[in-house]
């Protein structure tokens, strides 16, 4: 199975903040490479599949880059609802996996 | 717009079977592969099952195979998760997944909650 990590774990940010969240896949992946918003309580919504296609009505301060094994998340402007957990997933390979998330949590 | 609304989820004995059920609507249902994925509380989402949208292909991770089966009934636009030999581990949230691609999530429905539990 393809292990997928991020960093931070965790971050503190202010609204109107540029926020950045790293993926690395334990191998090549290519461009098969997704990732979620998980608001608490909430199901994980899907931001950005294929590492820089935004999913319809997701807002565009939300972009992708990254390919291979490194990847990234950025989040330019932080809104209040965006307060919340974000993970990464290869759609490579079976099964598909996640990273163990990242907590966006207000500073 | 798409929903997908899960049901049959419960607390149940070690050993013992359930079955979960996703009604969907907002979309074509048969045009769709599904997933199954789950969740622990606090935990990242783990793949369970996928199901193309007409069954001939299916696929579980390793943990489920020969204890849970996934299945579809497209004319009745609904997705099923038959769970037996229940484990204490298999204790989380279950969501049904309208795939994009084969192998991702466009939408979840919000979750029935397992428990497994003497």
């Known amino acids: 199975d393809i292990q997928m990590t991020q960093s931070p774990s965790a971050l503190s940010a202010s609204v109107g903040d540029r926020v950045t969240i790293t993926c690395r896949a334990s191998?090549?992946?290519?461009?098969?490479l997704n990732w979620y918003r998980q608001k608490p309580g909430k199901a994980p919504e899907l931001l950005i599949y294929?590492?820089?296609n935004l999913q319809s009505g997701v807002p565009s301060r939300f972009s992708g880059s990254g390919s291979g094994t490194d990847f990234t998340l950025t989040v330019d402007s932080l809104q209040p609802e965006d307060f919340a957990t974000y993970y990464c997933?290869?759609?490579?390979?079976?099964?598909?996996?996640f990273g163990p998330g990242t907590t966006v949590d207000i500073k | 717009e798409v929903q997908l609304v899960e049901s049959g989820g419960g607390l149940v004995q070690p050993g013992r079977s359930l079955r979960l059920s996703c009604a969907a609507s907002?979309?074509?249902?048969?045009?769709?592969?599904m997933h199954w994925v789950r969740q622990v509380p606090g935990k990242a989402p783990e793949w369970v099952a996928f199901?193309?949208?007409?069954?001939?292909?299916?696929d579980y991770a390793e943990f489920v195979k020969g204890r849970f089966t996934i299945s579809r009934d497209n004319a009745k636009n609904s997705l099923y998760l038959q769970m037996n030999s229940l484990r204490t581990d298999d204790t989380a949230l279950y969501y049904c997944?309208?795939?994009?691609?084969?192998?991702?999530?466009?939408?979840w429905g919000q979750g029935s909650l397992v428990t497994v539990s003497s």
């Open positions: 997944a309208k795939a994009k691609g084969d192998l991702y999530f466009e939408y």
């Open positions: 907002g979309f074509t249902f048969d045009d769709y592969a």
């Open positions: 199901i193309s949208w007409n069954s001939e292909y299916i």
């Open positions: 191998q090549n992946i290519i461009s098969y």
């Open positions: 294929a590492t820089s």
């Open positions: 997933q290869q759609s490579y390979s079976s099964p598909p996996t």
